[in-house]
T-cell receptor
Framework: DAGVIQSPRHEVTEMGQEVTLRCKPI?????LFWYRQTMMRGLELLIY????????DSGMPEDRFSAKMPNASFSTLKIQPSEPRDSAVYFC???????????FGSGTRLTVV | DQQVKQNSPSLSVQEGRISILNCDYT??????FLWYKKYPAEGPTFLIS?????DKNEDGRFTVFLNKSAKHLSLHIVPSQPGDSAVYFC????????FGQGTTLQVKP
């Protein structure tokens, strides 16, 4: 298995533009998580899915953020409109279990200018 | 409100010495604790874990200690090696993983 695959690796966009981050989880993993890494807060959980259904989106910062999982092998995190404070590294992770054994992707470094 | 806190942003130790990374938590309902290691431009990778019913777990050079009364977790690396230089994240589980801010460890040759 190639692991959790995220794209793009880097994204530079202008304030106000729509940004879409993509994730392919490990086949067979029932859980998918989106995290954001910042210096101040470390790894923040934004949202997670179980069997493609969003379970907890309490970490999504505001309505500009949305996430979907249309099938077991694909998820997107969308920011519309993007703002400079959204600049961070966004990680996707998947696992068999909600509380253990997460495998992370390599992340998407987002820069909003 | 940060439920898992790593109060030391960075730590520097000499090769061969012990590295001790600390983590505090506030939620007594956490039932599982983990440490992840992250190299630049890579995602975090699992290092070691401990159940809340234990107070110590050892795996080679890595040992995790849990003090539930103090709500404190620590990771000991002995002996430290230059390849251990990375960011270390503490995480706690209550159905989902809550991570700390991370501590950057530098092991000097």
């Amino acid at each position: 298995d190639a692991g959790v695959i995220q794209s793009p690796r880097h994204e530079v966009t202008e304030m106000g533009q729509e940004v879409t981050l993509r994730c392919k989880p490990i086949s067979g993993h029932d859980y998918l998580f989106w995290y954001r890494q910042t210096m101040m807060r470390g790894l923040e959980l934004l949202i997670y899915f179980n069997n493609n259904v969003p379970i907890d989106d309490s970490g999504m910062p505001e309505d500009r953020f949305s996430a979907k999982m249309p099938n077991a092998s694909f998820s997107t995190l969308k920011i519309q409109p993007s703002e400079p404070r959204d600049s961070a590294v966004y990680f996707c992770a998947s696992s068999f279990n909600a509380g253990q054994g997460y495998t992370f992707g390599s992340g998407t470094r987002l820069t909003v200018v | 409100d940060q439920q898992v806190k790593q109060n030391s942003p960075s730590l520097s130790v000499q090769e061969g010495r012990i590295s001790i990374l600390n983590c505090d938590y506030t939620n007594s309902m956490f039932d599982y604790f983990l440490w992840y290691k992250k190299y630049p431009a890579e995602g975090p990778t699992f290092l070691i874990s401990i159940s809340s019913i234990k107070d110590k777990n050892e795996d080679g050079r890595f040992t995790v200690f849990l003090n539930k009364s103090a709500k404190h977790l620590s990771l000991h690396i002995v002996p430290s090696q230059p390849g251990d230089s990375a960011v270390y994240f503490c995480a706690a589980s209550t159905g989902k993983l809550i991570f700390g801010q991370g501590t950057t460890l530098q092991v000097k040759p």
